[in-house]
């Protein structure tokens, strides 16, 4: 993993890239909003020719179950007039990765509340055309996947840069939302979630070796002799078995589209899997 990682959060890169981008920002805590979602520059190389931006959102959806959206994007200097790393950059087949865990907001009997573990790929997904954009999409039942309540997603982008993976130990946070979208889930400010810093943080340094998962019916998994069941919060690195598999067999439904000056960004409809004991 290269060691000149450079990370910028979009609040401070706006200001730099006015033209570069059009986006707006979403309060990530603003769970009644229509989505949430946070974009940072998770890699830079070290004359910011080259980066990688990771982003990951929620929302209510087609269904009003949950909708889940992660981004891997390349951008690059291609110009001698330094522009710092704002133009498409098409990857090959294979150089732009994708992955998401979906946590739910899980409050106990004594009235502590934890973010659980609900899904999560069941794979690492890779682009199968050039492309510099390559997005990863789960629509959610209209129950929900694991009851009702607070929901977010941890986005894992990764992609290829002088023959190496970049980016694919840092993750970002979309932010929370609450699901089903229904008026009778109306929340007030003393029902939401605390999101603690290691599920904020781009960095898994500080996470804890593993979080508990909840089930579809908004409880806690439990083994068979009761203990709670638990996972690891962070997806492992994609081997290279699993790369050379997905390039000759790509998973799940894939689009393409190709903006005015024909960069293509892939889109593939991924498969969730809540972990089991």
Not at 198 to 219: C, H, M, Q, R, Y
Request: with cysteine; net charge negative; aromatic share 10%.
């Amino acid at each position: 993993m290269s060691s000149s990682r450079r990370r910028r959060s979009l609040r401070t890169a706006l200001l730099a890239l006015p033209a570069a981008f059009g986006l707006t920002m979403v309060a990530a805590t603003s769970a009644n909003a229509h989505y949430v979602y946070w974009t940072e520059q998770v890699w830079g190389n070290a004359d910011s020719s080259r980066c990688l931006w990771n982003r990951a959102e929620t929302s209510h959806g087609s269904t009003g179950g949950g909708y889940f959206k992660g981004d891997s994007t390349s951008y690059a200097d291609i110009d001698p007039n330094p522009l710092d790393c704002v133009l498409s950059w098409d990857r090959n087949s294979g150089e732009l990765a994708e992955g998401m865990i979906v946590f739910k907001w899980y409050v106990d009997a004594n009235g502590d509340g934890s973010w659980l573990i609900c899904d999560r790929t069941d794979q690492w997904y890779f682009n199968s055309e050039p492309a510099w954009k390559f997005e990863l999409t789960w629509t959610a039942p209209a129950e929900g996947l694991c009851g009702a309540g607070y929901y977010g997603i941890r986005n894992y982008a990764g992609m290829v840069d002088s023959g190496e993976w970049v980016g694919l130990n840092a993750n970002v946070w979309s932010g929370y939302h609450l699901l089903p979208d229904t008026s009778s889930l109306a929340a007030t400010a003393e029902d939401e979630p605390v999101v603690p810093d290691w599920l904020k943080n781009t960095d898994t340094s500080d996470d804890p070796a593993s979080v508990p998962v909840i089930g579809e019916n908004g409880e806690p998994v439990r083994n068979s002799d009761g203990s709670l069941f638990t996972v690891s919060p962070n997806l492992p690195e994609p081997t290279a078995a699993a790369i050379a598999t997905a390039a000759q067999d790509p998973a799940g439904e894939r689009t393409f589209t190709k903006d005015a000056d024909g960069s293509v960004t892939e889109t593939v409809a991924g498969q969730l899997t809540r972990p089991a004991p």
